[in-house]
């Protein structure tokens, strides 16, 4: 157990703003896991946040499906999946993308969200990469 607390800390560290620029600013990859630490803060609000803290240029949301579709497509057979649209039309059709704070958050800071499946078996890659996986929501 002290080797596996040992070696978890040369791998993750508690967020401190100035540090997680400072590795960017190295070339490193940021990742940031779990909540604020905040009780009624969602995990998506802690990815907004962090986000519009550093400068990041996108926050990636994996979740259950491979996008933001019109309906829930488990319920809805005829639901279709957008592969972009903006934070208005997010909005205006109810659509649900994650918490108001975390959604409001990402949309008065510029910073587009891309929404794709954790269960797809190679879509984080797809999506790092640029290639055309899950939905874009921006302004």
Do not use: W
Not at 124 to 133: A, F, H, N, P, Q
Request: aromatic share 8%.
């Amino acid at each position: 157990r002290l080797q596996s607390a040992i070696e978890m800390k040369e791998i993750a560290e508690p967020f401190v703003r100035r540090r997680a620029v400072r590795h960017l600013e190295k070339g490193r990859v940021v990742i940031f896991g779990a909540g604020t630490g905040n009780p009624f803060f969602t995990t998506d609000t802690a990815a907004a946040l962090r986000g519009a803290e550093i400068g990041a240029e996108i926050v990636l949301k994996a979740t259950k499906v491979d996008g933001v579709y019109s309906a829930d497509p488990k319920k809805d057979p005829n639901a279709t999946r957008y592969s972009h649209l903006t934070f208005d039309e997010a909005m205006s059709n109810n659509l649900g993308i994650m918490d108001a704070a975390a959604f409001a958050l990402c949309r008065d800071q510029n910073l587009p969200i891309k929404v794709f499946s954790i269960f797809k078996l190679g879509a984080l890659k797809r999506v790092v990469m640029g290639e055309d996986e899950g939905t874009l929501v921006h302004l």
